[in-house]
């Protein structure tokens, strides 16, 4: 079998075997960083979600807020903007939608954004932005969860929509500089008039599920060794053959070592018989 692995074709193979062992190891640990980045995202929410709402100039500046203070619970007050801007293709209940996006002026002059919520689409699908309410005049004072800004997706969008909540995208649509982190509503006081417009729902808890990464990086372990298993059989079956095909040239037992099997007799073949011998009989 050794002798057989140093053949180009077995080498070869033993390459490509370590090859997807390395790949197998680096895809697992892709996965496996999937699911411990979900454990420490629902450690923050069981940490955060439920605790009191800090106001959020404590929790938001003027540079991204950092992952370990997504769902801080807070509380401002100020006043909303009157730009309107959705977030479309926002799935909710199975269903796809939009989430409303408003400027919210705090008291201190800054502008945070504020996800009001989710709308479904309209009679027009994604060509026309359904009517939804304006949010509550004057001064109002509300509650939500600090969420990250999300990666720019530039891509053509219908008019007063964008393709992801990215923070500057949202500031150059509304013409004045964002904190660095939006705000995810709770509530609102006081809350907005529905009218014959839609009432954007509320977001809802957030996604706690771990999903199947470190069931998937498990496998990718597990099948590290695979091609080389593959290997040593294949080996192995050909050492087999090797040693049947000797065998098989071998002179039998009692014969001289050097004589070889001799071949039987072939059947002498049948004579013709040809029409004028039949005659002559």
């Keep these: 079998m050794l002798r057989a692995l140093l053949t180009p074709r077995w080498l070869g193979a033993l390459l490509l075997s370590a090859l997807f062992a390395v790949a197998a190891y680096h895809l697992g640990h892709w996965q496996y960083g999937k699911h411990v980045a979900k454990v420490e995202r629902n450690e923050r929410i069981s940490a955060h979600f439920g605790a009191a709402p800090v106001p959020v100039g404590s929790v938001l500046t003027s540079s991204p807020v950092p992952i370990a203070q997504e769902w801080t619970h807070v509380s401002a007050t100020g006043t909303y903007g009157?730009?309107?801007?959705?977030?479309?293709?926002?799935?909710?209940?199975?269903?796809?939608?939009?989430?409303?996006?408003?400027?919210?002026?705090?008291?201190?002059?800054?502008?945070?954004?504020?996800?009001?919520?989710?709308?479904?689409?309209?009679?027009?699908?994604?060509?026309?932005?359904?009517?939804y309410a304006a949010p509550p005049p004057g001064e109002v004072t509300l509650t939500g969860w600090v969420?990250?800004?999300?990666?720019?997706?530039?891509?053509?969008?219908?008019?007063?929509?964008?393709?992801?909540?990215?923070?500057?995208?949202?500031?150059?649509?509304?013409?004045?500089?964002?904190?660095?982190?939006?705000?995810?509503?709770?509530?609102?006081?006081?809350?907005?008039?529905a009218g014959d417009a839609l009432v954007p729902q509320p977001l809802g808890k957030p996604d706690r599920s771990l999903g199947p990464h470190q069931a998937y990086a498990y496998q990718w372990w597990t099948s590290m060794p695979l091609g080389f298993i593959l290997m040593f059989f294949g080996l192995r079956r050909e050492a087999a053959e090797g040693r049947a095909e000797r065998g098989a040239g071998e002179a039998p037992s009692g014969a001289g070592a050097g004589a070889a099997r001799t071949p039987a007799p072939k059947p002498p073949r049948p004579k013709k018989t040809r029409i004028w011998d039949e005659e002559d009989a």
């Design 82 to 131: 009157q730009a309107k801007l959705v977030a479309r293709g926002r799935p909710l209940d199975k269903q796809v939608g939009y989430e409303v996006l408003a400027p919210f002026r705090l008291a201190s002059g800054a502008t945070v954004l504020i996800d009001r919520g989710w709308i479904p689409l309209g009679d027009k699908g994604a060509a026309e932005v359904p009517a």
């Design 147 to 193: 969420r990250q800004g999300e990666k720019a997706r530039h891509s053509s969008a219908t008019a007063g929509t964008i393709a992801s909540i990215n923070l500057p995208e949202a500031a150059q649509k509304f013409g004045t500089p964002l904190l660095g982190g939006y705000v995810q509503l709770e509530a609102d006081t006081p809350a907005a008039t």
